[in-house]
Every structure is written in structure tokens, then in C-alpha cells.
């Protein structure tokens, strides 16, 4: 049946392939007719094009001299006017020797007028010539139009050429002739498969019983496996109530760790508005907070723990803002210096050492004054520590001077360079600052 469907199918290739034949002779024929008309045609066009570059020069170079020799009438009429109003001049001032001279040069100009309207003949013949040529040059943008149609049409055959040419490598692509061979081959696979089949049923035989013979010896083999299936099902349930305990103990070490977090930043934000309120002395922010905002554990990555990120903000009135980008040098070091005191004081109570470097770096005087003000106070408070240490490194003398001020400082060292350049510390006693 599939033989049968395939020859209907060739004589249909074959009829199919008899008409793109004559189609292709056809299209040949026409397109020889084409290529026989080309030569001439494309002379003309060559023809056509170079008279009317000629033609164009011809009629610029025309309309220059036309152009020009009108501004030298022109201008000769002008000359003309004026000598007219210098003879009507003359005569009504009665001089008769000069009219007569003026009648000369009256005659002499009547010449000049004579030869240029003869001029001027001659100049409007070349201006009809011009027009003429433009006609012409009408005809020769006709003769252009119609070539570029033959060129279109040109790459229609083109084209036509280029189907031609795809149908004809169709046609030899086709081969009508190997359907016989492809059946015999197709006979020979189904006898090599039926073959096989009969040795793959023997396979399965051979399979079967070596398969029952595996399952008497698997049975002898696992025969006490529901006694440690329910040894391990016992181990895994122990394991997962371990497991929910210790998550239990995780949970509520998170939030013993949330509460102790949220206590220590209660702590730290009431000792930054307090030192914030005793060193600055600006009055466009009341105090300074660090603001603590819990990251999703999703969001930050495979760990669940908790994070936590912080900003710092500042408060005027009940209006809170961001301190990023708000807030001057001055303001920004100030902050920093009260947000590590107040720092230190929470987490680091059995360590009596404050290191300050620099503190007064774009500060005002009077919060210089305040700074240094804080820092005698911290010092009092401190009193009775005996680990208690505050070191300050500064090349502020009023800011050192401020601090001399406490009962607790007897002295202070001064870094400076000899006259080799070699640094050198001394120890100079307060009543000498």
C-alpha cells in the first residue's frame, strides 16, 4: 500500500516537474529576448545621460552670461538717467556751450543705447535658445525615466533568473528511482528484527528462571530485615525529637538574644542623648540615635540568623531623619566621638581605657569646650576605678588646656621633632600647660 501511495506520488512529482519545465522555458525565453534588448538599451542610456550633462553645462554657462549682461544694462541705464538730469540741468541754466557738448555726448549715448538694444536683441534670442534647451532637456529626463524603469525591470530578470535557477536544483535533488531499493531494505531490517526476537525470547526465558532462583536467595539472605527496619525507623524518630528540641533551645536562644540586643541599644541611645545633650551646642538637633532595623534571613542569604542593620538618625522636635548626608564635618565627628564613649561605657565596664585621637577634628569652640567639658565629667564618674585610664592625642593647646583643668591630671606628653628631625617625648607637668 505504501508502494502504491509512493508511485501516485511520483507521477505527481512527475507532472508537477513537467509544468516548472515549461514555466522555466518560458521564463528563458523571455529573459534571452531581454538580454538581446540590453546592449541597445543600455547605449541609449549611456547616450542619453552624457547629452544631458552637456545640456546642463550649456544652460548654466548660458544663464551666467544672461545674468551678467542684464546687471551691464542695468547699469548702463542708470549712467543713462544721470546724464539726462545733468542735460536737463544745462538747459535751464541757459549754457549753450555746454549743451551743445552735452548734445555730443547725447548722440554718443543715443550710440551706445543703439548698440546696446541690439545687445539686448541678441541677449533674448540665447534666452529663447535657453528655453528651448530645457525643453529639451524634458525629453532627455523622459529618456532617463524610462531607462530606470529598464533597470528595474532588469532586476526583475534578476530575480526570475535566481527562481529559475532554485526550481532547476530542486528538480535535480528529486530521485524517483531508489524506492525499490528502500523497500528491499526495509524487508531485509523486518526479517533481521523477527530474528532477533526470537533469540530475545529465549533471553527472557533464561531471565525468568534466573530470576527466581535471586528471589529464593534474597528471601534466605534478608530474612531478618523488619526486625532492623524497625531498629532504624526507632533511631530516626529519637533523631527527630532531638532535632525539635534543640530547634525549641535555638528559639529561645534567638529571642534571649533579641531581648539582650534590645536592651543594650535601649541602654546605648540613652547615654548618646545624654552626652549629645552635654557636648553639642547647636540648636537645629536636639540628640542622635542609632536606629536598628531586623534583616530578613531570606533576603540575606542561605543562613537564618538573625542580622541587624543600623543607621544613625537624628531628631529635631518629633521629626526624625536620616543623619547620612544631612550633617556637616563637625557634626559627623561629634557624633562619632559620643556614639564610641557611650559604646565604651555599655560593653566594655571591667576595660577602664578610652583612647581618643584627634577628637576635636572639625569642631567649633564651643563644642570643643563641651567635648572637653564631657570627658572631665567621665573622668569624675570614674573616680573610684582604679583601672581607669583616658588617653587623648590632640594638637588643640585651647582643647588641652580645657582638660588641664581636672583635679585628676597631674601631667601629659608632648611629641615634637629636634633639630635632626628625630621625634622626641617629654613629660611636662600640668602647671606648666
Sequence with gaps: MKIGQD???????????????????????????????????????LAAENKLSELKKIKDKKIEEATETLLTLQKKNEDL????????????????????????SLS????????????KVKQEKLLSQAKSDIDK?????????????????????????????????KHRSRNYHNLKSEEDDVSRKLNHLQAELQGNRGIVTTLESSISKEKA??????????????????????????????????????????KFHEEKMRIINKRIKQLWREIYRGVDIDYI?????????????????RQHSYKVVMFKGDVELDMRGRCSAGQKMCASIIIRMALAETFSGSCGVLALDEPTTNLDRDNIESLSRALTSLADRHEGQ????????????????????????????RVSRDKKGNSQVRKIPVTQA
Excluded at 219 to 228: L, N
Design 289 to 305: 540615635m542609632i536606629h536598628t532595623d531586623e534583616i530578613d534571613p531570606t533576603s540575606a542569604g542561605s543562613e537564618k540568623r
Design 217 to 258: 536467595d534474597y528471601e534466605k539472605a534478608y530474612s531478618t530485615i523488619h526486625k532492623e527496619f524497625k531498629e532504624k525507623v526507632f533511631q530516626e524518630r529519637v533523631h527527630f525529637h532531638a532535632i525539635e528540641d534543640l530547634n525549641k533551645n535555638r528559639v529561645a536562644l534567638e529571642w534571649a538574644i533579641a
Design 108 to 119: 554718443t549715448v543715443q550710440a551706445k543705447e543703439s548698440e546696446l538694444s541690439s545687445e
Design 386 to 413: 582604679r583601672n581607669f585610664q583616658l588617653i587623648v592625642i590632640t594638637h588643640d593647646e585651647t582643647f588641652l588646656e580645657t582638660m588641664c583643668r581636672t583635679t585628676y591630671l597631674e601631667h601629659y606628653y
Design 7 to 45: 508511485l501516485q506520488q511520483k507521477q505527481t512529482l512527475e507532472q508537477q516537474l513537467e509544468s516548472l519545465s515549461q514555466e522555466a522555458s518560458e521564463i528563458e525565453a523571455a529573459v534571452e529576448e531581454k538580454q538581446k534588448q540590453r546592449p541597445t538599451l543600455s547605449r541609449r542610456l
Design 137 to 169: 532637456h524634458k525629453v532627455a529626463e523622459r529618456d532617463l525615466q524610462d531607462n530606470a524603469r529598464l533597470r528595474q525591470k532588469k532586476s526583475e530578470e534578476k530575480k526570475i533568473r535566481k527562481e529559475c535557477e532554485s526550481l532547476s536544483q
Design 81 to 104: 538717467k544721470d546724464l539726462l538730469r545733468i542735460v536737463r540741468s544745462w538747459t535751464d541754466q541757459g549754457r549753450d556751450r555746454e549743451l551743445t557738448e552735452s548734445e555730443k
